[in-house]
């Protein structure tokens, strides 16, 4: 019986040794390449110099220096969480009432469906030229983008939600 676990374990172990092998000598070679600037003159950075300066802009100075670039990496992705969830906020506040309309209102449905089926496929990527044209470079455009990629699915799974609910429920 252990004997078994024994193959199946050193199995996953030889499995994994194996995935590790291109990822590892990637590195070594980058590594080997970029040694003492022997490509353009020192224009590759070696992984270590990059994960240096990843830990620094990530977390700081470990030597408290007052460098602006310096540990703003928590600053940005908790900037960019709070424009993430404005946005889905803003597309919740609209499509959950706007589906449950379309779902539970024939009128609304004939009215309003067809428009947002037609709009549906377009993807986000196409909607980013209009962003810019209507908000400029600014946080709202980056919201609206991601309002436009959440408000289709929203709508969607609410309305077929309120589709499923039966009458008898709603009353």
Do not use: C, H
């Amino acid at each position: 019986m252990s004997d078994k676990w024994a193959d199946v374990s050193l199995n996953k172990l030889y499995r994994f040794a194996k995935a590790l092998i291109l990822p590892v000598g990637a590195i070594v070679l980058w590594q080997w390449v970029g040694q003492d600037g022997a490509v353009a003159g020192g224009a590759l950075p070696t992984p270590d110099r990059v994960g240096q300066a990843w830990l620094k802009w990530g977390f700081g100075n470990p030597t408290g220096g007052r460098n602006p670039d310096v540990g703003t990496w928590r600053d940005s992705v908790l900037f960019s969480l709070g424009r993430v969830l404005y946005g889905f906020g803003l597309a919740i506040l609209v499509g959950v009432p706007l589906g449950m309309l379309i779902g539970w209102s024939k009128l609304v449905s004939s009215l309003v469906d067809p428009t947002i089926q037609w709009l549906r496929p377009v993807p986000i990527t196409a909607w980013l030229p209009i962003s810019l044209a209507v908000f400029g470079i600014r946080d709202f455009g980056a919201v609206f983008l991601i309002v436009i990629g959440a408000f289709y699915p929203i709508v969607i799974n609410t309305t077929q939600g309120a589709r499923d609910v039966e009458k008898n429920w709603i009353r």
